[in-house]
């Protein structure tokens, strides 16, 4: 029996957002490759309009913060503006 093994597994990112935004109090995950492919995947779905990356829930403060995850691509006000577009 052969194990499956790939050579780049995804991991998984947690970004959030700042506080005056509309996901202020939440959080997206996302899972690719690496730790560039989730920055610029960030950059195209949500713009600037996020605060940090982390590489775990625990490092983002997810419970000492209580925030809430959502599903990624989640509208918020600027990127709805700019699908009209």
Known sequence: ???DVR???AQEFIF???VNH???KCYVVVGVTDSTEARELMFRTYGSRWA???ESREAAGVERYDLREVP???PNEENQLEARR
């Open 16 to 18: 959030t957002f700042g």
């Open 22 to 24: 509309p996901l202020g």
């Open 1 to 3: 029996m052969t194990a």
């Open 52 to 54: 940090f990356q982390y």
């Open 72 to 74: 990624f691509g989640t």
């Open 7 to 9: 050579p780049n597994p």
